[in-house]
């Protein structure tokens, strides 16, 4: 397992089983939402950031070593899959493996790993119309962390009304 060294961060992301519901209804993001809140931030462990999409969750996450990392993952794994349970009204497992993790250890990529996230619905929605990118102003999503972000560059659609406490972590200074 890595040791995290002061600057990085990891990529996760957890792909949900064939025959599940769409993650982004209404009810699964706000199920989701509480149960972060609830336990998003452990003494060693802490979700930085998320992105609900159709079949698959993206999160950035903060941990003190490898040992926290695996439990703080144990757990926000099984919290969402609790939560995608309880919304759906379904049983059994959830996710299709186990997960996919990303360490990040330079600024760039923090910030790659950023937009990536925050902005993953508006990527996965241009390449369904056939398109590279999506014309217009960018949007914040609302089945992510994005509206709580405070990096964004002026004029992004949304970013004015963006509320709560601004994130702790080693990418302060990125902008999206």
């Not at 903060?62 to 695996?70: F, T």
Request: proline share 6%; net charge positive.
């Amino acid at each position: 397992m890595h040791k995290r060294k002061q600057g990085e961060l990891p990529l996760w992301r957890g792909k949900v089983r064939q025959g599940v519901a769409s993650l982004r209804s209404v009810a699964v993001v706000k199920e989701v939402e509480k149960t972060f809140r609830q336990g998003a931030e452990r003494l060693e462990f802490r979700l930085v950031h998320y992105s609900v999409q159709n079949d698959h969750l993206h999160a950035l996450v903060e941990a003190d070593g490898p040992e926290a990392l695996g439990r703080g993952m144990k757990s926000l794994a099984a919290r969402f899959a609790l939560a995608v349970h309880r919304a759906l009204r379904r049983r059994g497992p959830l996710l299709r493996e186990r997960y996919h993790l990303r360490v990040l250890a330079s600024p760039t990529q923090v910030r790659n790993a950023l937009r990536y996230v925050l902005l993953n619905a508006r990527r996965h929605w241009a390449k369904r119309r056939g398109r590279r990118v999506l014309p217009g102003p960018v949007r914040l999503d609302p089945a992510s962390s994005a509206r709580w972000f405070r990096g964004w560059m002026p004029g992004t659609a949304g970013a004015e009304e963006a509320a709560g406490p601004e994130p702790r972590w080693p990418a302060r200074g990125a902008r999206c």
